[in-house]
């Protein structure tokens, strides 16, 4: 049974690029979320994509963008990169009726230079 | 104010010793709470539930205390795989969003 997968593991831009990110979630799960960690910090939500929409949203601006398919999988699109969007991607996924139990990818770690 | 607070460490503890970190939140309507370990590098992974009444899960213990808004970890006899981050998660359920805090390192030393 996989677990949730998350593509690619590494990848640099720099400032003004789009980076998109992929995640498949694990059997089962139909919810994906979607968190940004910057070194030393706790993961931040960016936003929750369920049926295909987006259905929580953190405080992240516009530039962050997501879609969800119908085999559940996601992206993560963030357009106009700065140097501060330099972070680690976590994806999770649970089932809809969780309260609290997600299930994570090892993560895409971006550097924007 | 942060949402949740924790505690950013690191907690450096000799093996075998008995180390508790705690969590506040701020949100008084906030319904469950969660412990996460974060190994280095690595993705969070749930370390347990915490319960009103308190629950325990072989050497880890975890309380909540509504009315000061805390919930706590207490690890018994620690190992030195013990040494992770771990990360206070608070769910509100006015908004469905897990509320993260910045982690507690801990470092356990032979």
């Known amino acids: 049974d996989a677990g949730v997968t998350q593509s690619p593991t590494h990848l640099i831009k720099t400032r003004g690029q789009q980076v998109t990110l992929r995640c498949s979630p694990k059997s089962g799960h139909d919810t994906v979320s979607w968190y940004q960690q910057a070194l030393g910090q706790g993961p931040q939500f960016i936003f929750q994509y369920y049926e295909e929409e987006e259905r929580q949203r953190g405080n992240f601006p516009d530039r962050f963008s997501g879609h969800q398919f119908p085999n559940y999988s996601s992206e993560l699109n963030v357009n106009a990169l700065l140097l501060g969007d330099s972070a680690l991607y976590l994806c999770?996924?649970?089932?809809?009726?969780?309260?609290?139990?997600?299930?994570f990818g090892e993560g895409s770690r971006l550097t924007v230079l | 104010r942060k949402e949740v607070e924790q505690d950013p460490g690191p907690f450096n503890v000799p093996e075998g010793a008995t180390v508790a970190f705690n969590c506040t939140y701020s949100?008084?309507?906030?319904?469950?709470f969660f412990w996460y370990r974060q190994d280095c590098r690595k993705e969070p992974k749930l370390l347990m539930s915490v319960y009103s009444s308190g629950n325990e899960d072989g050497r880890f213990t975890a309380q909540l205390n509504r009315a000061s808004q805390y919930i706590s970890l207490l690890i018994r006899d620690s190992k030195l795989s013990d040494s992770a981050t771990y990360l206070c998660v608070v769910n509100e359920y006015s908004n469905y969003q897990l509320i993260w805090g910045a982690g507690t390192k801990l470092i356990i030393k032979p």
């Open positions: 999770a996924s649970s089932p809809r009726t969780t309260t609290g139990e997600l299930f």
């Open positions: 949100n008084s309507a906030s319904q469950s």
